[in-house]
């Protein structure tokens, strides 16, 4: 079986990835995504310009190798949206787990 992320969660996780650094450019974005789920470039570009266009992540290019390598960084809207999320995320993934793992005794 595979669980397919909402657009909603999808976002967090870039935004969650792109985090952990100052900026990030899109390949490594994709590749640290790749390392714990199965996501495509077409998948991710989407994302990115949607976070953007929301003013989530800001964007700049610098060259890199002789090519140019577009960055993104988180805004301070991209931080607080992140925020919300991991605590919506909490509360969802507590319930969840209250319905996979719950022992057989009855809770109040």
């Known amino acids: ?13 870039v935004l969650a990835v792109v985090a952990r650094e100052e900026s990030a450019y899109g ?6 995504i790749r390392a714990v789920m199965e996501i495509s470039e077409s998948t991710l570009y989407p994302v990115l310009r949607r976070l ?3 003013g989530c992540l800001e964007v700049y290019d ?8 577009r960055y993104y960084r988180l805004t301070p809207r991209g931080r607080e949206q992140l925020r919300e999320t991991l ?3 909490e ?18």
């Open 52 to 54: 953007q266009k929301d």
């Open 62 to 69: 610098q060259e890199f190798s002789g090519r140019n390598r």
């Open 27 to 32: 390949y490594k974005i994709t590749q640290d």
């Open 1 to 13: 079986m595979t669980i397919t992320p909402s657009a909603a969660l999808m976002d967090a996780i």
């Open 91 to 108: 509360s969802y993934k507590d319930r969840l787990d209250r319905i996979f793992y719950r022992s057989e005794r009855k809770e109040p």
């Open 87 to 89: 605590e919506e995320w």
